[in-house]
């Protein structure tokens, strides 16, 4: 039988091209990350994790989509839920399992080994890891400095404890209101006598201070924006007693002569 050539007319493929492209983004939006969500960020520990894109969709929130361990998918992506919003690509474990202990620094850090108390942070993972003797004994994702900005790397030590501290140069968005840095601890203070603390901040999933390292403060987001309606997620505080040996009820600056050592390396990740 002879082949018969079919002509489809231009006006059709134009017609039908544009049906397409309409329909790819759609189809395609848990593989096109925005710019600035956890899914642009690129870390060193990606590689040990099988995960996916996926871009949140409206009504969709961290603890819709993976209930009781949203807080595990949330410390991967290095966000708080005030952040994770429609629009915003996440990095989805596909077991999620695989994130429930998630910590990208070593379990044993031997330049430690001498020191009651260490911490380690690496840009490059956007990680913080408190050691006793050189033995890890948590790990908490942060966000440095924003690339204008940028975190101090080297060797410090905390020489303050502030656990009601709060900005001189920046506000809370939106409002005149000081920004609060609770539970801050201070490890450096540049040539210009700018001080750097690590306090409890929001983490947008991306590097995001003017040069302090943020930790989680969800009883902080809450005051200052009313959500999220039950905070959970509280690092800053964590840190702050670990170093301080408890809870302290005292807001006024406390001197720490002899606080434990820092060691900052790597460099942010920047948006690909």
């Not at 018969?4 to 593989?31: D, F, G, H, K, R």
């Not at 990350?33 to 060193?44: D, N, T, V």
């Not at 001498?114 to 890891?129: K, M, P």
């Not at 690339?147 to 790397?153: K, L, Y």
Request: charged residues 20%; proline residues 7%; negative net charge.
């Amino acid at each position: 039988m002879p082949s018969v050539s079919i002509v489809v007319p231009w006006v059709v493929w134009s017609t039908l091209l544009a049906m397409i492209l309409l329909v790819l983004p759609a189809a395609y939006a848990e593989t096109t990350p925005k710019r600035g969500s956890p899914c642009s960020m690129s870390y060193p520990s990606d590689t040990s994790i099988q995960w996916e894109c996926w871009t949140l969709q409206d009504g969709e929130s961290l603890e819709s989509l993976f209930g009781e361990q949203w807080v595990h998918v949330a410390r991967f992506n290095r966000i708080d839920r005030r952040h994770a919003r429609a629009g915003v690509s996440i990095k989805v474990p596909k077991q999620i399992e695989d994130v429930e202990y998630f910590s990208p620094l070593p379990l044993l850090y031997l330049a430690a080994e001498q020191d009651r108390q260490f911490i380690l942070i690496s840009l490059s993972e956007q990680f913080l890891g408190a050691y006793e003797y050189g033995i890890l004994r948590f790990a908490v994702p942060i966000a440095s400095g924003n690339g204008h900005d940028e975190t101090p790397t080297g060797e410090f030590r905390l020489t303050a404890a502030h656990r009601a501290h709060q900005s001189c140069l920046y506000t809370v968005q939106g409002t005149a209101r000081p920004y609060p840095m609770n539970y801050a601890l201070k490890f450096h203070v540049n040539r210009e006598g700018v001080s750097y603390w690590m306090h409890g901040r929001d983490l947008p999933g991306y590097p995001a201070s003017h040069g302090c390292i943020g930790l989680y403060d969800e009883p902080m987001q809450k005051e200052q924006y009313g959500f999220p309606k039950d905070p959970e997620l509280n690092d800053a505080k964590r840190l702050f007693e670990w170093v301080l040996g408890g809870e302290v009820e005292d807001d006024r600056m406390i001197a720490l002569s002899q606080g434990p050592r820092v060691h900052i390396i790597g460099r942010s990740p920047r948006a690909r």
